[in-house]
DNA sequence: CATGAATGAGGGTTCATTCAT
DNA sequence: CATGAATGAACCCTCATTCAT
């Protein structure tokens, strides 16, 4: 067994109550690292960003998923709230695609990498749920077409959300209202037409 | 474990002929790398795969970029053969966005990353003149409304092509046919509303 | 994801008396742990193991090796109390290396790098100790040459247990009988030769 | 795609006919290192011995397992050279694998654990084919008891290495011939004895 | 002009060890 | 005295890029 060099004495050990904070940080890294150098970015970087050690994102996060899911459920946590406390229009929703996709959504592509985590299908049945429920609604009060299905939203939030995080940020509000136009288009009443 | 050759001859070395030969193999790799491994499959695969060494992947293709150019450029080249030999419709671009978005249309993240390439920039020109076209005829036969600019239908075959490429494989048929759906309705004659 | 509880209380610290419990686990886990994955398992997985924390770990066993005697030890003891008991055989002796094998005379590699450590002469020396005896009765009853030494013993024991405890599981009855035969025509009254 | 940083210019590079040169030096890298550190020195230091980049280790050996076989190889076309050329003995395995334990026959720990590997059952094939050629002849003349089988030879070279190769360098010459008289013992004729 | 081996920096992951609670 | 999170160095491996032949 050959002695393990001992280099330099570890930096401060901050101790066990770091444990939250360092999670918080971490997931407040992911948000910043993945707006600034998109999904691809080293999983490391967010460690360093955070300011924690390589071992304490493992520890907080075993893998790239873990801490996508981390970072989308809190948007969708924070969504879940705003619709139970009143009307959430379809506008709401967009909205927050696209104010989020910056830092978050664009998770929406890692994690549909890995469409087949029980994790993540449990975040996309909590999202179908706010959808079904906005949808009824809205078309109850005729704002939105009957011919829209709960899988027209999640699709279209999605390439809304993707589309606005690959766009340059100086003409994210012209392409993003764009977009906007056309899904409204889209879904008003009496636009349905028969499938193809 | 059979003696390892000392010194073998290099393989075939096709000469200066090979050059056109190499350039299209490449770009054939290209198409069925990116299909079959993504945009992050190593740039190195390409070479592996179309036969070739890898100094001559980086004479023909400095970069990423460029050979998502060419791969592009190529797809580019055959819709506007198409577009001159007759009556493009929008639906012929979409389902070529859709066919291609396996082998090719992918590129077109990769290429946005790069948007300020002259060379992006100038297909991209390309692209547009394309669709300018398409929509003076379809919106003069009314098939298309008035309220549809060029700039709608180059943002949603991007969206389309991206979705359909990250889609898994047996479901993308449905996804598809919902976006264009909700395409269709945006786009029909008398769709148009009032912006937000 | 149910939300991450923030600060639970530190599970049961039983207090001061949980000392040699949790060095009996832990010598216990290592016992498995070695058994199980090998000499070279991680050293925190026994304290994972044995349900006690890291810093407990290190407070009863700074290194590796301090663990490695403490198994040892156990195994020694228990020889050394069943040869006090009564009339101890060579075959005794080797049917306890294979069948400790496994568990823990796989130690003996991780002992002998570090050979100097004055714990691990004493516990050779203890060793020793047993074998010398073993070996004046039996030699004294005519059932082991006069040629054979104590070093002969040890040293064969010790690659009997190495040679058991890096076979496949399924062979190790048919590997053991065959060393076993070795030393048994070796050792034997009369087997004696000239050394070369 | 955001650019690779590009810091220091590579080092030389020695082109391509570095090739066997490199693998030549790392198999010689691989002795000194395993004699120098064991088994489980870092596999890069193989590379950094041998003045050669990780990834041409890699390009040569894509696994410890390969390269331990490159090197073992060496030592078995040796012998089996030497086997052929004239009447070798029992004496003549022996010395080897004490000679050569040191700087190679540890491999055979490495190797068996991966004993399923299909090249490394192909190299233990030809060692036993060594074995049972040397031991027909020994047998017809003589010099070897009739009770002795192959597996006891291969069993007993392994466990003769593995132990000379974890003693201490000026102990070694004591513990072989002590190994070596109790094989010698135990393979002489008339020493057989019916298996317990 | 093609070839393909060499190179080494970078990112992923593990784990020995420390230390606040 | 126990706990278990934090830490970061070390190792593994990949792959973009270069360059001798």
Redesign the interface.
């Known amino acids: 067994?050959?002695l393990p060099p001992q280099s330099a004495p570890p930096r401060t050990n901050r101790g066990r109550?770091a444990?939250?904070e360092n999670?918080r940080a971490l997931i407040a890294a992911a948000r910043e690292i993945y707006a600034d150098?998109?999904p691809?970015a080293p999983f490391s970087a967010v460690a360093k960003r955070a300011g924690v050690g390589q071992g304490s994102l493992y520890r907080h996060f075993p893998d790239r998923t873990a801490l996508a899911?981390?970072v989308y459920?809190e948007n969708l946590a924070d969504l879940e709230a705003y619709a139970r406390a009143g009307r959430i229009t379809l506008?709401d929703l967009f909205t927050r695609a696209i104010t989020q996709a910056a830092s978050s959504m664009g998770f929406i592509?890692l994690i549909?990498?890995d469409?087949h985590d029980p994790?993540v299908e449990?975040?996309g049945a909590r999202f179908l749920e706010v959808v079904e429920r906005l949808l009824e609604r809205e078309q109850a009060a005729g704002r939105l077409g009957e011919?829209v299905e709960p899988?027209?939203i999640t699709?279209?939030t999605?390439?809304l959300a993707?589309?606005i995080s690959?766009t340059?940020p100086d003409q994210r509000d012209a392409?993003a209202?764009?977009?906007?136009?056309?899904?409204?288009?889209?879904?008003?009443p009496g636009?349905?037409?028969p499938?193809?």
Chains 1, 2, 3, 4 share one sequence.
């Not at 209202?177 to 008003?188: E, G, K, P, Q, Y």
């Open positions: 067994m050959p109550a444990g939250p999670r150098d998109g691809d899911i981390a459920e506008d592509a549909e990498s469409r994790r449990a975040l011919h899988k027209d699709i279209s999605g390439m993707t589309e690959r340059d392409v209202s764009r977009i906007l136009t056309i899904l409204h288009n889209a879904f008003a636009a349905g037409r499938k193809p």
